[in-house]
């Protein structure tokens, strides 16, 4: 089946700190979303991104299907981005199903 | 966008019993599914609930265990059966629309502890 990878597995961040999140996948997908959760378990769409870049407020995302891969950036980090971010691809078998990454676990500190 | 409620928002259990977990999307919806998020780990698909015929489980998962049900297009409920210690997950429900172009969205999820 199709691998979704994502890197840094973990990360900690200094608060006012940007970073980058990766998500590589092994083979062609219909679309692509970002999600965060929080640490209830609650999880918060981001992104519905099959191409091209978009923006929220201090979080962007872009995706290079072509080349299998994803990044979401954090500018100015703030302490309730805290969480595990998940990226997760569309299959290409039309029935819309999901497939995870492993997440990256995002800690920003004061 | 769609809203799903789910109920319990979280229970203990004690093994041995079943438990079943309610979902509610406040949207006429395509495509319904379960996902269970074991402690420390990714999401994995349970199954696809189909409206009114038999969920398709995914490998690894069975009916037996894990009987579903969605009697209409905002409905669902997921049933764990015959509970264990390694039951202990957060379930999730989601929901969206057909076609690839389908965003998925999910519930807060419903935490079980199995002792």
């Known amino acids: 089946g199709i691998q979704v990878e994502q890197s840094p597995p973990d990360l900690i961040l200094q608060e006012g700190a940007n970073s980058t999140l990766r998500c590589n996948f092994s083979?062609?997908?219909?679309?692509l979303q970002w999600f965060h959760q929080n640490p209830w378990g609650q999880l918060i769409n981001l992104f519905y991104?099959?191409?091209g870049t978009k923006q929220n407020g201090r979080l962007s995302a872009t995706t290079v299907a072509t080349e299998r891969y994803s990044l979401l950036y954090i500018s100015s980090s703030q302490t309730t981005d805290s969480g595990v971010y998940f990226c997760?691809?569309?299959?290409?078998?039309?029935?819309?199903?999901?497939?995870f990454g492993k997440g990256n676990q995002v800690v920003v500190i004061p | 966008s769609a809203v799903i409620s789910q109920k319990p928002s979280r229970d203990i259990c004690q093994r041995g019993t079943s438990l079943t977990i309610q979902c509610q999307v406040d949207?006429?919806?395509?495509?319904m599914f379960w996902y269970r998020q074991q402690p420390g780990q990714s999401l994995t698909l349970i199954a696809t609930?189909?409206?009114?015929?038999?969920?398709?489980?995914e490998s690894g998962f069975v009916i037996d265990k894990f009987p579903i049900s969605r009697p209409n297009l905002t409905f669902s409920t997921l049933t764990v059966s015959n509970m264990s210690p390694e039951d202990s997950s957060i379930y999730l429900c989601?929901?969206?629309?057909?076609?690839?172009?389908?965003?998925?969205?999910f519930g807060e999820g419903s935490r079980l502890t199995v002792l």
């Open positions: 991104i099959p191409s």
């Open positions: 609930a189909n409206q009114g015929s038999e969920a398709t489980y």
């Open positions: 949207s006429q919806v395509t495509m």
């Open positions: 083979d062609s997908v219909n679309n």
């Open positions: 989601s929901a969206g629309g057909r076609g690839i172009t389908g965003e998925l969205f």
């Open positions: 997760a691809v569309l299959l290409l078998d039309g029935n819309n199903r999901l497939a």
